[in-house]
């Protein structure tokens, strides 16, 4: 195993292939703001961040960047950068706001508006189904942990490729259904924040059958393009978000890769096997009697495994396990004693290409691979002038990361695409707008927004002149 080091090899960023996708990532109640413009409806983030104690000093999304006003200068920013694509979210509220019945066609103007600009500045329009805003009235009927949640998401995503199909240029139905289903249900971090492990598991299921009736819906668009009232193209590639976790073992002790391998059970393999053909972990509930497997009824796994075109990868860090008797399932997190970002989290580079070549080997390379997110949160610098913003350790690890990202190339892997997160400072969930993630930094006071050094430096590496 290497060490959390680059490799000394002289390279640079001109060595991506051609057609390499760069992007940068963000979520509509992150950056949007707008909340109750143009007929959008309550999601269940509106709810969570007006109760008291559940976001940091009481945040909310209500503005955040107001990118749903300011989207002509982001995408600007975009361009200046030299970006491929932007993969942003379709607020379920905003086009269908109940999330059930009557659409809400200002909803999808929105996002027409956003794709057109995109387009006309050469960027790619990249949209994510659903990252984390549930229609309130969804959850007041029981949420995720309901199958007819399901049902209603295949419908909203339909409509979307009815409505937008001829702008959007890459579809990823879902967005980390590990944290809608474990921060939202069983932890409760996260909203709708509720607390408990087998509504957990359920919302698991229920996200990816969702998940899997939208692509099956897609699939049976091919073929409808051009006519009359079809809308949709269903030609732009279509796949899913995750954040895996793919543990490093503590040592090479066996018991500890062991643990290492288990620990992928609930963050990894119950997310992606079913869309392999392959049953849910069987170990995690035998450890844990007491919780219930999900409720897959018959037909549920093959619905999952509809193909899907690409995955989508989101990495920030890679934990240690070790091999601990006195849990149920035998493994525990340990300190893995790396610098950590704002966030508190291990700075791992390298745990980017362990994870990258175990999705690719337990996929068998059946479909290419894009890294949706990466970036971190770290302290700015900003200039008493405010004209220039410092983020050396930012540029740091991007480079690191995007070292290791070509090594997976050159390795094998078929990645075909970088996505930071992320352009602009934003809604950092539970957290508030205490942690910033952007590019570029944002004066959530007057809506300016500060380049920083690292946005100067990605600019570099996609115009292909950084050294990596
Ligand atoms: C995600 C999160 C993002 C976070 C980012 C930093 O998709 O992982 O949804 O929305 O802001 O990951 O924590």
């Avoid at 104690?53 to 361009?79: C, F, N």
């Avoid at 509220?93 to 794709?115: E, M, T």
């Avoid at 392959?278 to 919780?291: C, G, I, Q, S, T």
Wanted: charge should be negative.
């Amino acid at each position: 195993m290497k060490d959390e080091q680059t490799p000394s090899r002289a390279r640079s960023s001109a060595d991506f292939p051609t057609g390499f996708l760069w992007g940068v990532a963000a979520a509509s109640y992150q950056v949007e703001g707008a909340v109750n413009e143009d007929g959008r409806g309550p999601s269940i983030w509106d709810t969570f961040s007006r109760t008291p104690g559940k976001v940091r000093h009481g945040h909310t999304g209500d503005v955040s960047v107001d990118q749903y006003h300011r989207y002509p200068e982001d995408v600007t920013l975009m361009r200046q950068l030299g970006l491929g694509a932007y993969r942003y979210s379709i607020a379920w509220p905003r086009v269908q706001p109940d999330g059930s019945g009557a659409f809400n066609q200002a909803g999808f103007d929105y996002y027409k508006r956003l794709s057109d600009e995109l387009h006309r500045q050469g960027i790619k329009s990249a949209a994510t189904l659903y990252h984390w805003d549930l229609p309130q009235a969804l959850e007041d009927a029981g949420g995720w942990p309901e199958r007819d949640t399901a049902y209603r998401f295949a419908e909203y995503a339909a409509a979307c490729f009815a409505e937008l199909g001829d702008y959007v240029d890459m579809w990823i139905t879902l967005n980390e259904p590990w944290c809608s289903a474990v921060l939202g249900y069983d932890i409760g971090e996260h909203a709708p924040g509720h607390t408990s492990k087998s509504k957990g598991w359920a919302a698991g299921h229920h996200l990816m059958l969702g998940h899997g009736l939208a692509v099956h819906a897609y699939r049976s668009l091919s073929g409808t393009a051009g006519q009359p009232g079809a809308g949709a193209r269903a030609t732009a590639p279509i796949g899913v978000t995750h954040n895996f976790e793919t543990p490093r073992p503590a040592t090479l002790h066996p018991e500890d890769i062991e643990a290492a391998d288990r620990g992928a059970d609930m963050r990894t393999r119950f997310f992606l096997d079913p869309m392999l053909g392959l049953p849910y972990p069987e170990r995690h509930f035998a450890a844990y009697p007491e919780e219930t497997p999900p409720p897959v009824l018959e037909g549920d796994m093959e619905i999952i495994a509809t193909p899907v075109d690409f995955l989508g990868l989101n990495y920030y860090f890679e934990p240690v396990v070790a091999a601990d008797p006195e849990h149920p399932e035998g493994f525990c997190v340990v300190d893995s004693y790396h610098e950590t970002t704002d966030m508190g989290w291990p700075i791992t580079p390298r745990g980017l290409s362990r994870q990258l070549h175990w999705i690719w080997d337990h996929i068998g390379g059946r479909c290419p691979l894009y890294i949706t997110e990466n970036g971190c949160a770290m302290p700015d610098d900003l200039t008493p002038d405010g004209m220039r913003c410092h983020d050396p350790l930012r540029v740091q690890y991007l480079r690191e990361h995007f070292s290791v990202a070509l090594d997976a190339i050159e390795e094998g892997i078929d990645l075909r695409g970088y996505f930071v997160w992320s352009l602009i400072d934003n809604f950092e969930w539970s957290l508030g707008y205490a942690k910033r993630f952007g590019l570029v930094y944002a004066d959530y006071i007057n809506q300016r927004r500060v380049p920083k050094d690292s946005y100067f430096y990605l600019r570099e590496v996609i115009s292909g002149a950084e050294a990596l």
